[in-house]
């Protein structure tokens, strides 16, 4: 039977465990607030943007930019955009388990990542990966001239054909207790499927197609990118909000169990030490 000062000690580790959850929870759900202004605010345009492109994609020439150019290599760059801490549950396990199946699916002679959070970093530097570049700390201070850079870079990688596509993984926000794991193309841009009974109509362009395709698709690829992060941001802080809940729940019944059982070893105690006075007064002189 444990003793009463170690079940006291277990208590307070707990119960001082659980103030520190809770705390997490509470800058969670305030940061949250903010990641989800951001995230709702930048989804109309950055799909919008999408579609308009995707759909110039489709009917415009691909000579009229590079970035619109389909290549038949097998050289894919991933961008693995995970947290820089953890205790957020199964946030960049997700991540994780995501970049290492689509690339098992893919070259792996021809296959580089550019890493965008430590988890990520930690996971794939111990690993037999070609990283091409690595961010951390992305998150603390968030900020559209970092897509703007990320985006600079692979356009970069991409114009100098030292890649043939670029894929990013990330988690979506869905809500606080939801993410979801999405793969998607960012270069080349992708075309729309068109549908048999759809008409075959085609843009005036003012300016030419090749002025506009060299302002427009760098700034879409720029846009994504934000969004990409808009997006892990906004999941991460629902991530841990949850599971720092689900801790703090943890530790208010793991305290409640064991002030139960501390209460049955106290009554056990007293109960002997009732037993040996009775039994003394009792026996014979």
């Not at 760059?77 to 820089?84: F, I, K, N």
């Not at 897509?147 to 114009?159: C, D, N, S, V």
């Not at 043939?164 to 988690?171: C, G, K, P, R, S």
Request: aromatic letters at 6%; one cysteine or more.
């Amino acid at each position: 039977m444990p003793a009463l000062v170690d079940l006291r000690r277990r208590i307070r580790s707990v119960r001082s465990t659980q103030q520190i959850t809770k705390a997490m929870k509470m800058i969670s759900a305030a940061k949250l607030r903010r990641a989800q202004d951001a995230i709702y605010a930048a989804r109309p345009y950055a799909r919008e943007m999408l579609e308009v492109l995707n759909g110039l994609a489709t009917r415009a020439d691909p000579a009229e930019h590079p970035l619109l150019q389909q290549r038949d290599g097998t050289r894919t760059l991933l961008v693995v955009v995970t947290a820089d801490r953890g205790l957020c549950g199964a946030f960049n396990a997700n991540i994780v388990r995501a970049a290492t199946g689509f690339l098992r699916g893919r070259d792996q002679s021809g296959a580089s990542l550019e890493l965008v959070g430590r988890r990520g970093r930690d996971y794939f530097r111990r690993r037999s990966y070609t990283v091409r570049a690595e961010r951390v700390g992305v998150f603390q201070a968030l900020r559209y001239a970092t897509a703007r850079e990320i985006a600079a870079e692979l356009i970069q990688e991409y114009l100098e054909e030292r890649v043939d596509e670029v894929h990013v993984v990330y988690n979506e926000f869905k809500s606080i207790i939801q993410q979801r794991v999405v793969v998607e193309r960012l270069l080349p841009i992708e075309k729309l499927v068109l549908q048999p009974q759809e008409p075959a109509q085609d843009y005036i362009y003012e300016p030419t197609p090749k002025q506009l395709f060299a302002t427009l698709l760098p700034r879409h690829v720029e846009v994504q990118v934000w969004r990409t992060l808009l997006e892990s941001a906004a999941a991460e802080h629902g991530a841990r909000m949850a599971a720092m809940d689900a801790a703090t729940n943890n530790a208010a019944e793991m305290i409640e169990k064991l002030t139960l059982y501390m209460n049955k070893v106290r009554q056990a105690k007293i109960t002997n030490e009732i037993i040996e006075v009775v039994s003394g007064a009792g026996s014979p002189g």
